[in-house]
């Protein structure tokens, strides 16, 4: 049998994957260990894989079949735009992408007029905007603490990821506008999907009895 390998984004995301794959049955030792700096673990016995990357990079990896299954948000599927099957929502990492900003800024984004928006997901934003907003918006990608931007003029508004609130509420900003939810998916390598069917249907069908 060959391995069954799995993109797991490095950080929360793959905590809470590793705690649900335990509920099915699925462990891996090797990753417990927090303080190891190794990349790849391997549960031998059921023939799995398991490295953590960046989660931008999980979608490539899966798309190129370097991994058979990822676990990554669904911010950076719409961001990544990769061809994958998006198969299970994990219902982890619940929160929602938003249009947020100054109070003030409500006037821009309902008037036509040209909006700057700072984001660390320049396709999300542009879709919004162009294609479901039909305003002309200047994006400008920005990689971390947007929500800077408005703050020392950057941008009038941001694009970003917003779960409890805090960050924009200690800076004055609020939620103008919801483009849309996430949370964790499940996503499989269109190859994959057909060669080894048979076991990736069974892990859907067991994780999807412990949800
Ligand atoms: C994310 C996001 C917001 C914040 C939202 O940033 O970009 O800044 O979390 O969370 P909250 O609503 O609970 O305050 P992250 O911590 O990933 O860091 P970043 O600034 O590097 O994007």
Redesign the pocket.
């Known amino acids: 049998m060959r391995y069954l390998t799995f993109a797991l984004t490095k950080g929360r995301l793959a905590s809470k994957t590793m705690e649900l794959l335990e509920k099915t049955g699925i462990t891996c030792e090797e990753m417990k260990d927090k303080g190891t700096r190794r990349l790849i673990f391997v549960n031998e016995e059921l023939k799995l894989r398991f490295f953590l990357a960046k989660g931008p990079d999980v979608p490539t990896y899966v798309e190129y079949g370097a991994a058979d299954i990822g676990i990554v948000g669904k911010d950076t599927i719409l961001e990544e735009g990769r061809k994958l099957y998006e198969v299970m929502d994990l219902g982890f990492g619940l929160c929602r992408m938003c249009i947020c900003g100054p109070p003030e800024a409500r006037e821009l984004l309902n008037g036509h007029g040209q909006i700057r928006v700072a984001t660390?997901y320049p396709n999300i934003a542009k879709d919004y905007f162009f294609n479901r907003r039909h305003q002309t918006a200047d994006i400008i990608k920005l990689n971390?603490?947007?929500?800077l931007a408005p703050i020392v003029g950057l941008s009038d508004v941001i694009c970003?990821?917003?779960?409890?609130?805090?960050?924009?509420r200690e800076n004055g900003l609020e939620v103008l506008e919801e483009v849309c939810p996430l949370s964790a998916r499940m996503v499989v390598n269109q190859v994959s999907m057909k060669m080894e069917d048979e076991r990736i249907r069974r892990l859907i069908n067991e994780l999807k009895a412990v949800l």
């Open positions: 660390k971390g603490s947007i929500e970003d990821i917003v779960e409890t609130g805090s960050t924009l």
